[in-house]
């Protein structure tokens, strides 16, 4: 089946420190793949996606490469900063569903100054 | 353009009782998925509702039902309601087509005594 598997959380980091949250994924075909942010209180916000196979989302200074070969989409951002502390969900889209979101467990990251 | 707007943004009910959540799109989206985020299950799919017909349905009892009207708006239903029932109810609004990017909305938290 198809699913998505996040490192464990919390992590903890002061700012300006560089991040990396390991994603993997197990899926038939060829999924997209997205990281979604969640801040307290609220919904989920997109945060980059990538359709195919070596394909590099980017947004707000994070980015995230979809690795076929390792069946990864780690997220990094090289500095991060306290208002980046938030809960981050890696998801995938089977090919053959496409409105079904499969999302890992999630990340919390807090950021201290 | 308007986000993806839930209504009620709490709910407390008891055992037993039913409740319907409400959910209006962005505008011009004719997709609209539901997600149950609970703390030991994480994000899990409900159900998505494309043109007014239910185009995927995750493993959740048939307690849990949804529509969708003409406008594109959505409700979604629990009815016999169980303490596990207890979750922050996600409503997601796309196009429905291509990429498929789901939009999210801020979330109905259920609390069922």
């Known amino acids: 089946g198809n699913s998505v598997t996040q490192m464990e959380g919390p992590v903890t980091l002061s700012e300006e420190a560089f991040l990396t949250i390991n994603c993997t994924y197990t899926?038939?075909?060829?999924?997209?793949l997205f990281w979604y942010v969640q801040y307290p209180g609220e919904g989920l916000q997109l945060l980059l996606k990538a359709t195919k196979a070596d394909d590099k989302g980017s947004n707000k200074g994070f980015e995230a490469t979809y690795r076929k070969e390792t069946t990864s989409f780690h997220l990094e951002k090289g500095s991060v900063q306290v208002s980046d502390s938030a809960v981050y969900f890696c998801?995938?889209?089977?090919?053959?569903?496409?409105?079904?979101?499969?999302f890992g467990q999630g990340t919390t990251l807090q950021v201290k100054p | 353009k308007a986000g993806v707007t839930q209504t009620p943004r709490y709910l407390i009910k008891t055992r037993g009782q039913q409740v319907t959540l409400s959910c209006s799109p962005i505008s011009g989206h004719r997709s609209v998925s539901w997600y149950q985020q609970t703390p030991g299950q994480g994000l899990q799919f409900l159900f998505e509702y494309f043109s007014e017909t239910q185009r995927n349905k995750g493993n959740f009892p048939g307690r849990f039902s949804g529509r969708q009207f003409s406008n594109s708006r959505s409700e979604m239903n629990v009815s016999t309601l169980e303490l596990g029932d207890s979750a922050l109810y996600l409503c997601?609004?796309?196009?429905?087509?291509?990429?498929?990017?789901?939009?999210f909305g801020a979330g109905t938290r259920l609390s069922v005594l």
């Open positions: 998801a995938l889209v089977p090919t053959s569903n496409t409105g079904k979101l499969i």
């Open positions: 899926a038939t075909g060829y999924p997209s």
């Open positions: 997601a609004s796309s196009d429905g087509t291509g990429e498929n990017i789901q939009y």
